[in-house]
């Protein structure tokens, strides 16, 4: 509430008179699903939405309901033990989105920009896929088990071949003579074997050492790193915000009203059987980062480990506080991890931790502060830019240009894949051409990619759906600035003017959404003005509203460092350039943080 007063003055100052009657509708109203006149028919995508997550997926409604449900409770817990329950929360929620096998989620090509945990070992499956994007995070994952081979073991494939024919009875009787046994007269057949091949995510191997990796642990791990990021935006190390996730990813549930958490992970001491502990010195001074060999003997089980005893041991908890208060005032993983004392001690302390009885925890909770999702299902229309929307992070995302050969050819390359997904994007909004969400994300695509002319048609189109649809505003205003700044000299003032006319309406139709918040400051920015005190309150409340996102925070830290407000700039760069996890933003934030030392 805060920056309230700041933002009814931004859509009062550059609200036109003529234009009280826009944002009538709703920006969260249904889209219109009609496409090329025929009503728009059910799709088997499904979501779940809570008070703090709306889940997407493909799989069946119990599953979804399940694991939506669990993730607001993990909130609840979260909120209780970290001391943020029923403090106000003004923040976007997470949009989750699980998709089938391995193979379709590989598909969509998901690269991480802002999300790299680890290094683990590489037998243990890939990271799933989290962005902080500055209009509200976004996580993707297979909602399909997997498992992680720790000791390969001899496939059933290579020899049952081998071994059908060695056991099968010669075809020696004469034309016509049945077998002793029904079927012994033939090998099976091929499709028998083929079952068992490496494809098959049940194939048999023999001597095999595994362990399970639940698919809503991944996703339980995910939403407890978001919410650490998101509810307590500082400088993390990494090693401690992986294994945050991991100490959560064993949540289990009992009826309506018992949870439970801090159990070892399916499997644990199998992997602490199989992979020699690494050195916790190593760990908490950051040194295992700069280390090539530390992903074959750290896993997130290790991490676990590691902060589960940190977190359950009276003495070490105020210590490990104190650690993460130095790095989150900007001190180095060296320094921060004086306040362990003796890190020989912590390693032996580790080790013998191992042998133990691990503590967990239990708790009961009214059934009320956790409840049910509201379950819908997608029309085909929505469901045909669900991966869309997730794609958009990674294919958009284009390397600077650079002197360097190498460098320069993987730019040209990002540019022609960005342009091929494009293609395809603008194709396929053109078969729902009435369908509001088509257009929105052909919008935010054209407009993401520089070319302003086709964005402002493709958010003109979802007007004429969805008259006062906030993000369609949004995203016009973006686009008529972006035309204003290419425009002649004598233009470009009229033109900037009425961009932001545009920008107060999009505030004014959603006033929590940070993208009118934003471009409103953009437009001053990349024009080389100074932006007025209200674009920078702006600046401030998109902040408070994607925490976790690094680009906002930027932002503010370079508006801040313009305004002499030293202090404050540092706040907002540190998560930025000391985060857990290298980002396309981390890079300024640190040359931005030398230069106010400076």
Known sequence: MRYAHAILILAAVMAPGNAAAQGENPPGQDATILVQGQRDRASNWLQAETDHVVVISNGGEKELAHIAHDLERLHFLLSVLLGRIDKPDGTRKLRVTLVGDGAEFDAMALR????????YSRAFPGPAYYDPREDGAVFAA???DQKAVIEQGQDLAGILPDLVRATTPAATEAPG??????????TLPASAIARFGRDDPFAIAV???AVPISAEGRILAGYARHFLLTYFPHAYPRWYVDGFGELFATLATQGDGRMEYGRAPQGYRKVLDRYRRYPAADIVTGRYLADRDAGERWTPFHAWALTHLLFFSNERKGQ??????TIAAGGSMEKAAAAFGDLGKLQDELVAYDRGKLPFEQMSYPAERAAEPIVRRLSEGEAAFVKGRLELGARLAIPPASADPKADRQRTAAIARREDWLKDLRRDAARYSANRDAQLLLAEAECRSGNMPECAAASARVLAIAPGNGDALAWQGIAQAGIALAAPANERAGRLKAARITIARANRADSESPLPLLAYYRSFAAAGETAPDVAVEGLMKAVDTVPAAPGPRLLLGEALAKRGNTAAARNALIPVANGPYETPEAAPARTL??????
């Open 320 to 325: 490990l506080r104190a650690y993460l208060a």
């Open 593 to 598: 943080l030398s230069g106010l030392a400076q």
């Open 112 to 119: 991480n920009l802002r999300y790299s945990p680890g290094p």
């Open 142 to 144: 297979s909602r399909f």
């Open 207 to 209: 001597n095999e050492r």
């Open 177 to 186: 003579a049945a077998a002793a046994n029904p079927g012994a007269g033939s």
